[in-house]
């Protein structure tokens, strides 16, 4: 995969419950160049989640195009962890393998702290819990594509420090190209080569800022310093 | 309690057997007061029932209608489930079946089987298809309410992680029908069973029904009682050992926060 990914919405709108119609996203175009890392903020209702999902092909009812290879493999991690409730932990990441049977889960599965976890319904884990196994999910596919849909959210810091290790690691190890929406500033700024901005609904792209520096050698400092300059800068947009 | 009977369960099956003793006491006592001839005593249906079976003749009767009660029952279910589930994940079918579904649901059974020993005969195949068709409205409209529940958020799980449709069917669509298949069962065990043995009644020579009619000729309460507690006694146990233990299994998932 070395062709970017495209996406360009005219014109997307849901029915509303009572008949009329809800406009979600318009005139928004934006390109994933692959192998790279990109993060999308925005305000909450501006079309992150129903941008995904037309990139991802989930949804065909709208105006606009995609440019995706037919045969990506799509990691995705919705905004909730979607896992099926009637199947254990493992079976649930099995369930979306090519070959379950000879997959070895088990580096994943300890990396993500989830061992011990393997043999239990999602009913019984904690949101944060079921949000690991979401990702090992995504992981476990090697996907082509990483879409990430508010991933960390509901995880303490110091678990969440960790699966964004974990999701840099599998990133390099394989150039993903990966898409992370989030809220979180400095999580962008720890992930992403570029940050794309989006205003509020409908979405439409504020800025597009590359970070050049490589995420292992960006520290604390470096991360507030940006963080600092993005809040003065977009005031209202970045927190 | 005496015996010390601490589980829900066991508590229930003492109720049930006291309240069956009661029953069968107040019974005996209203046949020794008023001895009829449409009332017999329970001994007496003891005896009769105890003759059918070293006879042969109840497990041979039994043994028909619970063949023909299989088989309707698997082909209600297999072929109703497929068309609900059909009918509510597309609208296009939903509108070419949803008359037909009306019209078979508002048929009475009895006008089904007698069209169907007219048509096809007074076969084994009309007999068991004429069952199973009045069962199948039911099922339909249980397993389309099922279908048109499904989780929207799972199904684009599914297609995000391209699921080959039988996954998706296994892991994903059926797993969720489960307390519509149930539910449909267990009423269309109840279902099946009565329409058998109208069946049987007015067209086969075996089974139940059949003996049933030929007892009700003969105004031999005795043998008509023991027939029909029997047969209720053998769709009770299907419903403890195969419906129930079923469910169990497939709603280990749930949570149990009460
Ligand atoms: N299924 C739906 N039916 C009707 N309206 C919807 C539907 N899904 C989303 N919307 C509307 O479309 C808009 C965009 O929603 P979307 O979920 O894409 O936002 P988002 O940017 O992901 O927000 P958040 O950050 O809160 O997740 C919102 O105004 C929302 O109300
Ligand atoms: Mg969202």
Redesign the pocket.
Known sequence: MSEPLELHIARKT?R?AEGGT?E?VRDLSLAFDSGRFTALI?P????????LRILAGLDHDFEGRVKLPADTRIGFVF?EPRLLPWRTVIDNIRLVLDAPDTADLTPLIDELGLSGMERKFPTELSLGLARRVALARALAIAPDLLILD?PFTSLDETTALRLRQMVLTAWKRRHTTAIL?T?NIREALQLADRIILLAP?PARVVADLGIGLPQEERTEAFVEEMRTKMVRDWPGLVA | MPMGVRSAAGRRTVTAGLSAVILIGVWGLVAAISPSRTLPAPWEVATALGDEITSGRLPWHLFCTLSRVSAAFLLAMSLGSAIGIAMGRHRAVNEALDLWLVVLLNLPALVIIIMAYMWFGLTEAAAIGAVALNKLPNVVVTLREGARALDPDLDQMARAFRLSWRKRMAHVVLPQLTPYFAASARSGLALVWKIVLVVELLGRSNGIGFQLNMFFQLFDMASILAYAISFVAVMLAAEMLILQPFERRANRWRVRTA
């Open positions: 849901y509303g809800v979600a925005g909450s209702g501006c079309g992150k989640t129903t941008s905004q508010e929406v809220h609904s």
